[in-house]
T-cell receptor, first 114, second 113 residues
Framework: EAGVTQSPTHLIKTRGQQATLRCSPI?????VYWYQQALGLGLQFLLW???????NRGNFPPRFSGRQFPNYSSELNVNALELEDSALYLC?????????????FGNGTRLTVT | SQQGEEDPQALSIQEGENATMNCSYK?????LQWYRQNSGRGLVHLIL?????REKHSGRLRVTLDTSKKSSSLLITASRAADTASYFC?????????????FGKGTHLIIQP
C-alpha cells in the first residue's frame, strides 16, 4: 500500500508570493489533515478535510486555505507569504473522521520563504 | 495551543538502556497516541491508548496512561541506535476530535552507540 505522498519536497518562495502544496492520502482514507511544524514550535494543526468538506481549521489567518478533491487528494495554499511561514508542512490521512484512528503522515514539504 | 507537553525535551542514553518519556495534557481525552519522527521526515504512529486503558505494549514499547493525573509515559526497552528520533504524544479531546490531534513539542531521544 502506497503511503501518503506530498509534493514538492522542497519549495523556495519570496515574501509576498503564493505557495501551493499537494497531498495524496492513502487509498481508502477520506480524511486529510494539514500541520505546520516550525522550528521549536512542535506541530500546529492547520486544516482538516473529510469527504471534500473543510471540517475544522486551526488558529491560522485566512491566507492559509485549502481544498480536498473528489479523489480525496488535497491542496494547501498559502497566500501573501511571510518569512515566518517557513516551516515543514505535513499532511496526514486517516480512514475515519472520528478520533480513534491513527494518522498516517507524509514526509512533508519544506517551505522556505526568503 | 499545545495540549500535550513532553518531558524531558531531550534525552541521551547508551544503547541497551531503557528510555522513558512523559507526556502531560490538560483536558479530558478520547485517546492518546505516540508518534516518532526521524529528522526531517514525517511522523510514524507507534501506539494508541484509549482513555479506559491503563497500559499497553507493542514490541519494545510500553505505554501507560493515568487519566487522574492527565499523564502518560512511553518506555522503550533495550534501546538501539535506530531509536534515535523525536517522540511526540498526541491527544484527541473527548466529545469531538474536530480539532484534529493536538501534539506536544516532542522529546528528542539520542541513543549513543
Amino acid at each position: 500500500e502506497a503511503g501518503v505522498t506530498q509534493s514538492p519536497t522542497h519549495l523556495i518562495k519570496t515574501r509576498g508570493q503564493q505557495a501551493t502544496l499537494r497531498c495524496s492520502p492513502i487509498s481508502g482514507h477520506t480524511s486529510v489533515y494539514w500541520y505546520q511544524q516550525a522550528l521549536g514550535l512542535g506541530l500546529q494543526f492547520l486544516l482538516w478535510y473529510d469527504e471534500g468538506e473543510e471540517r475544522n481549521r486551526g488558529n491560522f489567518p485566512p491566507r492559509f486555505s485549502g481544498r480536498q478533491f473528489p479523489n480525496y487528494s488535497s491542496e494547501l495554499n498559502v497566500n501573501a507569504l511571510e518569512l515566518e511561514d517557513s516551516a515543514l508542512y505535513l499532511c496526514a490521512s486517516s480512514r475515519l473522521a472520528e478520533g480513534t484512528a491513527a494518522l498516517h503522515f507524509g514526509n512533508g514539504t519544506r517551505l522556505t520563504v526568503t | 495551543s499545545q495540549q500535550g507537553e513532553e518531558d524531558p525535551q531531550a534525552l541521551s542514553i547508551q544503547e541497551g538502556e531503557n528510555a522513558t518519556m512523559n507526556c502531560s495534557y490538560k483536558t479530558s481525552i478520547n485517546n492518546l497516541q505516540w508518534y516518532r519522527q526521524n529528522s526531517g521526515r514525517g511522523l510514524v504512529h507507534l501506539i494508541l491508548i484509549r482513555s479506559n486503558e491503563r497500559e499497553k505494549h507493542s514490541g519494545r514499547l510500553r505505554v501507560t496512561l493515568d487519566t487522574s493525573k492527565k499523564s502518560s509515559s512511553l518506555l522503550i526497552t533495550a534501546s538501539r541506535a535506530a531509536d534515535t528520533a523525536s517522540y511526540f504524544c498526541a491527544t484527541r479531546e473527548s466529545g469531538g476530535g474536530a480539532d484534529g490531534l493536538t501534539f506536544g513539542k516532542g522529546t528528542h531521544l539520542i541513543i549513543q552507540p
